[in-house]
């Protein structure tokens, strides 16, 4: 697979190859706690190396299938891994449509990383894949991701009941979305201030 490499200002989403397993271990790792209010319980072998190594190793095949994309975000200034994000259950027509789920280290939490990565991914599955839309899902209770998908350009649609099984109970969520005529829109009137 062709590394994809995404550039804004101050970050870097480039996708995961073999030898980031052990950068994304780590990360993984010190966020365990912090993301994991918001995720479904994981088992202990998930925050090591050999299995983070298999889920880029899955990423790699699905983005070969066009499927999936799994980009670690890096710092521009350091290239230090601060975060991921993906664009995955990608479906074409007659939907052109895919997810964007993303995850920020807690103490790079606030410098705009997540906000950045979300405009960089969106711009590479609007304009190179061609979708039509982008979906995430949030947790109501995740004020701040809501605030991030808010400024990105997202638009809440509606409210899903009972749509994960997060930390033994089922958790409510928000759907936000933007399609590609938003996105455009947002873009021509960024571009023309």
């Given at each position: 697979?062709?590394?994809?490499?995404?550039?804004?200002?101050?970050?870097?989403?480039?996708?995961?190859?073999?030898?980031?397993?052990?950068?994304?271990a780590?990360?993984?790792?010190?966020?365990?706690?912090?993301?994991?209010r918001?995720?479904?319980?994981?088992?202990?072998?998930y925050?090591?190396?050999?299995?983070?190594r298999?889920?880029i190793r899955?990423?790699?095949k699905l983005?070969?299938?066009?499927?999936?994309?799994s980009?670690?975000?890096?710092?521009?200034?350091?290239?230090?891994?601060?975060g991921?994000?993906?664009?995955?259950?990608?479906?074409?027509m007659?939907?052109l449509?895919?997810?964007?789920?993303y995850?920020?280290?807690?103490?790079?939490?606030?410098?705009?990383?997540?906000?950045?990565?979300i405009?960089?991914v969106?711009?590479?599955?609007?304009?190179?894949?061609?979708?039509?839309?982008?979906?995430?899902?949030?947790?109501?209770y995740?004020?701040?991701?809501?605030?991030?998908?808010?400024?990105?350009?997202?638009?809440?649609?509606g409210?899903?009941?009972?749509?994960?099984?997060?930390?033994?109970?089922w958790m409510?969520?928000?759907l936000?979305?933007?399609?590609?005529?938003?996105?455009?829109?947002?873009?021509?009137?960024?571009?023309?201030?």
């Amino acid at each position: 697979m062709n590394l994809i490499r995404l550039e804004g200002k101050r970050c870097i989403c480039k996708t995961f190859q073999m030898a980031d397993a052990a950068a994304l271990a780590q990360v993984v790792k010190h966020n365990k706690e912090f993301w994991g209010r918001f995720e479904p319980i994981h088992r202990e072998s998930y925050y090591t190396t050999v299995v983070q190594r298999e889920k880029i190793r899955e990423s790699i095949k699905l983005s070969k299938e066009q499927r999936e994309y799994s980009f670690g975000i890096y710092d521009k200034k350091n290239f230090q891994l601060v975060g991921t994000i993906s664009l995955y259950s990608i479906k074409r027509m007659p939907f052109l449509s895919g997810m964007i789920g993303y995850a920020v280290d807690q103490q790079q939490v606030g410098k705009g990383f997540a906000q950045e990565a979300i405009a960089l991914v969106a711009e590479f599955a609007f304009t190179q894949l061609q979708l039509n839309r982008l979906e995430a899902y949030v947790s109501p209770y995740n004020e701040p991701s809501i605030y991030v998908l808010g400024k990105s350009g997202f638009y809440e649609e509606g409210y899903l009941n009972q749509l994960l099984y997060i930390n033994g109970q089922w958790m409510d969520h928000l759907l936000f979305a933007q399609t590609k005529s938003d996105y455009m829109a947002r873009k021509t009137n960024r571009d023309s201030s």
